[in-house]
């Protein structure tokens, strides 16, 4: 196998990857917020009612704490997130997803189903379980290597 082929897989993960985020951000721009917001909010509806806290959600996220707490500052002056005081301990903070925070959070996972669906128009059913199929065993195989700090943590599916 040439070297060009062995390195084309991990330029075209990169690259459609790439091309994803960037077509996922402009499709957000009208709900006038950013995907580290939405995935955010995505990280808090994993919790439901119970919330999390922010060292529990930048750890979930695999943000720092502090880029974490800039993106909390920012949705919850906007409404979608509130931060409560923790029941047992209330020197620690927890974050809960608001109903605005959910309206904006399904909107966002309508956007992400359509974009779905039209990059991977053409390719049946088959070849999309494939796929997954494929890039959890390249998951799998790259926390194995224990290469990523804390991945073994984020072992998700």
Partial sequence: MKRTER??????IHDVSRLRRTAFDHLMKPLDITRSQWWVLNGLSIHGNQGIT?????????????ALGGI??????????????DASDRRIN????????????????????????RVMRGISMARKNLLADILQAMKLNLIALDAVPGSKAQVRG
């Fill in 94 to 117: 927890r974050v809960f997803l608001t109903r605005k925070g959910n309206q904006i959070l399904e909107q966002g996972w309508k956007i992400g189903l359509t974009l779905d669906s």
């Fill in 54 to 66: 922010q060292s529990a959600l930048a750890k979930l996220l695999d943000l720092g704490k502090v």
């Fill in 7 to 12: 390195n084309r897989i991990g330029f075209l």
């Fill in 72 to 85: 909390v500052e920012r949705l919850e002056a906007r409404g979608f997130v509130e931060r409560r005081p």
